[in-house]
């Protein structure tokens, strides 16, 4: 069996050891593709408003930098003032900005997931119930120490012994 970069078992497409079937990396991709294509408009919007923001954050230290330059120099009061004010507007434009990325990333995520919700449980209901109903193969922890305080049972199924 040939194992990823992280030790576990690599995807096939095929039903590991009888189970469900486990999706590959590429067709994990492909769906990612294919959700960003059918959501093209909010997720626009939502990484554009992101921009928007980072743009928007990036002016604040600008114009502190220009008024720093301002106040070292000779210049007026007034002057001091409008530089102040703009950062003022700055940091307002990047709150809200923040605030309504978030918004728009939060109702596109929703829909998406309701999307993948729908589809999984209507690839679950198709499948044959003897197949969605199997449990999966119980996991074992190694034996603890012997010092240890836990609860002797390790496995809620026997487990085979090496």
Do not use: K
Request: glycine share 8%; proline share 9%; hydrophobic share 50%.
């Amino acid at each position: 069996m040939s194992t990823d970069t992280a030790g576990a078992p690599a995807a096939t497409g095929a039903a590991p050891a009888g189970g469900l079937p486990v999706a590959t990396t590429a067709q994990v991709r492909a769906r990612a593709r294919a959700l960003a294509r059918r959501h093209r408009g909010p997720f626009a919007l939502a990484v554009g408003l992101h921009a928007a923001a980072a743009l928007a954050g990036l002016a604040g230290p600008a114009l502190l930098g220009l008024l720093v330059n301002e106040v070292t120099g000779a210049t007026t009061a007034g002057n001091v003032d409008r530089i102040a004010l703009a950062v003022l507007a700055a940091l307002v434009a990047q709150v809200v900005l923040v605030r309504v990325a978030r918004l728009a990333s939060y109702v596109l995520g929703e829909r998406v997931l309701a999307e993948l919700r729908e589809e999984f449980l209507d690839g679950v209901l198709a499948l044959p119930s003897a197949r969605s109903r199997r449990p999966a193969p119980a996991t074992c922890w190694p034996a603890p120490p012997a010092t240890s305080r836990t609860s002797p049972r390790w496995c809620a199924s026997p487990c085979p012994r090496p």
